[in-house]
């Protein structure tokens, strides 16, 4: 029996290598997920804690399990023809929650199925969900920290995710979001919840917590580092000691948890000390005079076998497509004389093309005259497949201090794109008395996309029947001048857009 679990194991990571793989590269390289390494022994702990139930139950195996492999494969055959690695690992945790069904059976699967859905927590996120909640984060960490800072007797000034103190600007960058306490408390938080014995609302409580106690203590962070640098300089916002104090916030917010678990081990009819509330303990020895029985290897797990070497045996023989990258014109040779309009190219500063991770991009003002003036802003990649692509200016435009008064879809008059007319995202942003009007779509592989999760489906399934993920992102903004006129400033981006989009149609594919 254990020869085959072995085996079925070899078969499980040669099947799904390259998303192991991809897993194991993020792991390294980002902080966020560092714990992943963890969350496999976690979860063969949680099993083996369950030994003596498991010893007791006759595995019968189920012919669900095998629905659930299958399922499983079928994602897998998806993600692989698409190159999309989270499709994959995903896939991967489904046919393990599989073949212990096939195994065990529902009854003998049950007590291990929360231990196995653990597992869900070491794959990493999609960058694009990761980069709108980071964006999302960062302004409301910036907005509590600085409140924060004031409660000291600070003068402080906040504009989108940048805090001035006035002597110095501290900007809370994307490493300050607080996705680094986010995922592994919430691991933490889940470890915690299933071992506590108690309510299921206290255990949904003690999860669900960690996610507001990571935020606010992100925030008090960055206001006592705020405090700090007013009042000893900029390099206790550096270094070693910006460092420590993460690490410090960390174990705080895991402190919180346990004095929440405290709380509610007092609340309600069963109130119990902590160390009673939780199961730590280790699974008792076998009897020496139980009945031993040998367990025979279900049928259905050895149908689950023969699907696993189907599916090795079909990968190998899976043509790898490489991605079809069609011609296109770099940017470098755009035009900056568009109508009536002259342009001025600008550049983007290299901390923040780190973060894009672009391969293409044009950022000009293009001027009518003094009071006309309008920036287009095109970014393109050549390749979405790695988790790269275009952030939506929803989410990055309050990290420059604007704030969105208005946004709504759009159709541009008279301007058409293939067939089709134009439509976009129109919003107002607002900083002080300055207001924008701000045009954006996404262009991606011969369609005009204005919702971003429709851009993730697209992506997924041209890469599964086309072979490319390919695609740009478009923003036109217009400067308004002091008591300009919303309604001009749409009639002059219209004008713009319809020159510009006959241009861009060289240089974005199609």
């Known amino acids: 029996m254990w020869a085959v679990c072995l085996a079925q194991a070899a078969l499980l990571g040669v099947t799904f290598y390259v998303g192991i793989r991809e897993m194991v590269i993020v792991w390294n390289t980002s902080e966020e997920f560092s714990y992943g390494y963890l969350i496999p022994f976690i979860t063969f702990f949680m099993i083996w804690q369950k030994k003596n139930i498991l010893e007791k139950i006759e ?18 055959y998806l993600g692989s023809l698409s190159a999309i690695k989270t499709v994959i690992q995903y896939a991967l945790v489904i046919v393990i929650v599989g073949l212990a069904i096939s195994f065990m059976g529902w009854r003998g699967a049950r007590p291990i199925l929360v231990p196995l859905l653990f597992l869900l927590f070491m794959i990493p996120l999609p960058n694009f969900f990761l980069n709108n909640l980071s964006s999302q984060l960062q302004l409301i960490s910036s907005l509590l920290g600085v409140e924060v800072t004031r409660l000291f007797g600070v003068s402080v000034h906040l504009e989108g995710n940048i805090v001035d103190l ?18 592994p408390l919430m691991s933490l938080s889940f470890i915690c919840a299933y071992i506590y014995q108690g309510a299921f609302w206290k255990r949904a409580l003690i999860f669900l917590s960690s996610m507001p106690i990571t935020v606010l203590m992100n925030s008090f962070r ?76 279900p049928k259905q797990y050895l149908v689950a076998g023969t ?45 923040y093309l780190d973060v894009l991770k672009l ?13 006309n003036i309008i920036n287009l802003y095109a970014v393109y990649y050549a390749s979405q497949r790695a988790g790269e692509s275009a952030h939506s200016p929803r ?17 541009v008059k008279g ?45 997924f399934w041209d890469a599964l029947t086309r072979n490319r993920t390919d ?36 240089y974005i594919p199609d």
């Open 471 to 506: 695609g740009a992102m478009v923003r036109l903004t217009a400067f308004l001048p002091p008591n300009g006129n919303i309604g001009d400033a749409d009639r002059e981006l219209e004008k713009f857009a319809g020159i510009a989009v006959g241009t861009l149609k060289n």
């Open 222 to 297: 960055i206001g006592v580092i705020g405090v700090l640098v007013e009042y000893w300089g900029i390099a206790q916002a550096q270094g070693f000691l910006h460092d420590f104090e993460g690490w410090a916030i960390f174990m705080a917010c895991f402190g919180i948890i346990l004095v929440e678990m405290w709380i509610l081990a007092k609340v309600g009819g069963d109130r119990r000390a902590l160390i009673d509330v939780f199961n730590l303990g280790f699974p008792e020895p076998s009897p020496v005079n139980a009945e031993v029985r040998r367990r025979k290897l």
């Open 359 to 371: 391969d293409d991009y044009i950022l000009a003002d293009f001027a009518k005259d003094r009071t």
């Open 415 to 459: 301007v058409m794109v293939g067939s089709v007319p134009l439509t976009v995202n129109r919003l107002v942003i607002q900083k002080g008395d300055t207001k924008q009007l701000v045009y954006y779509w996404f262009q991606q592989r011969g369609r005009i996309i204005t919702n971003e999760y429709i851009v993730k489906w697209y992506l």
């Open 307 to 351: 699907l696993l070497v189907a599916a090795v045996v079909s990968s190998h023989f899976l043509v790898t497509r490489a991605e079809l990258h069609p011609q296109r014109t770099d940017f470098a040779s755009f035009p900056l004389k568009l109508g009536d309009w002259q342009g001025r190219r600008d550049t983007i500063e290299k901390i």
């Open 395 to 411: 989410s990055c435009i309050p990290g420059g201090g604007w704030r969105i008064q208005s946004i709504a879809s759009h159709v």
């Open 166 to 183: 006035g002597s110095f600007k501290l900007q809370v960058v994307e490493a300050c979001s607080g996705l680094r306490y986010l995922f």
């Open 59 to 76: 595995f019968t195996g189920s012919w669900v399990g095998i629905l659930v492999v299958i399922l499983g494969l079928i994602f897998f």
